[in-house]
Structure formats: structure tokens, C-alpha cells
């Protein structure tokens, strides 16, 4: 008798969670990363408004949705 268990399918579930929640954890640090470097930039040079911010915040957001299509299109 074979003591090997077949790979239960109550395991997929669990990763494609945290295969997802991975991804929007990811996207969400990014995000505030990049917007917290643009006010740091901002601060630092004093533009007159928040240009810094609003580039990085604005690229980040891009970005991040890029990686999420990329990622979900994946085979």
C-alpha cells in the first residue's frame, strides 16, 4: 500500500489567497512608498506645489496596475 497522499485540493484555494493578497500588498506599499517620496521630495526642494508628489503618485498607480495585468495574464 502506497502511504503517499494525493495533493489535496483545499491547497489552491489557500494559494491562489495568497497569491492575490500578495499582489495588492505589493501595489499598496508601492504606492505609499513612492507618494511618501514625493512629499519627502517636495519638502526638500520646495517647488511651490506638490509636483514631486503628484508625478510619483501618479506613476506609481501606473505602474502598479501594469504589474497587476501582467501578472493576471500570466499562463
Same mark, same amino acid.
Given at each position: 500500500m502506497s502511504s503517499e497522499t494525493p495533493k489535496s485540493s483545499s491547497k489552491r &484555494? !489557500? =494559494?491562489s489567497y495568497l497569491r492575490y493578497s500578495a499582489i495588492g500588498l505589493q501595489m499598496a506599499l508601492t504606492?505609499? /512608498?513612492m507618494t511618501w517620496a514625493g512629499t519627502w !521630495? =517636495?519638502?526638500k /526642494? +520646495? &517647488?511651490g506645489f506638490p509636483a514631486f508628489t503628484l508625478f510619483l503618485a501618479i !506613476? +506609481?498607480?501606473a505602474g502598479s496596475l501594469i504589474y497587476l495585468v501582467r501578472t493576471l495574464t500570466k499562463p
Open positions: &484555494p !489557500l =494559494d504606492i505609499l /512608498f !521630495l =517636495d519638502e /526642494f +520646495s &517647488p !506613476l +506609481s498607480v
